[in-house]
């Protein structure tokens, strides 16, 4: 074989070793690098976890905003919070404490 023939030869097989080297690098970063498919992976679930999160909050954001209404709007839910949570009584009621029997 003539050194023409070897320069060909080598020529065509750097090419093709390039393009392996350029295809693995590339293969590494879809597979070990940064923003790899593990890595969305791993993004998904969290996503998933937030937005469980987020809807859990958004109910008790709605509940606490009727409760609001609710205390905004009428009187009467004011009296019943304040009887029941707070043990409280109008001014002329009378508050009668009934206790049950003992057992023997």
């Known amino acids: 074989m003539s050194k023409t023939q070897v320069v060909a030869v080598w020529r065509d ?3 093709t070793v390039v393009l392996l080297v350029l295809l693995g690098l590339l293969q ?3 597979w070990l690098g940064k923003h790899s498919i593990p890595d969305y992976y791993t993004l998904t679930g969290q996503v998933e976890e937030q937005s469980q999160q987020n809807a859990n909050l958004a109910q008790r954001n709605a509940l606490l905003e009727a409760d609001i209404n609710d205390l905004k709007i009428g ?3 004011i009296e019943e919070r304040a009887r029941n949570e707070l043990g409280l009584i ?4 009378t508050f009668y404490r009934i206790l049950p029997a003992e057992a023997n």
């Open 28 to 30: 590494y970063r879809l």
């Open 75 to 77: 009187l009467e839910a």
């Open 13 to 15: 097989k750097w090419i």
């Open 90 to 93: 109008k001014e002329g009621e």
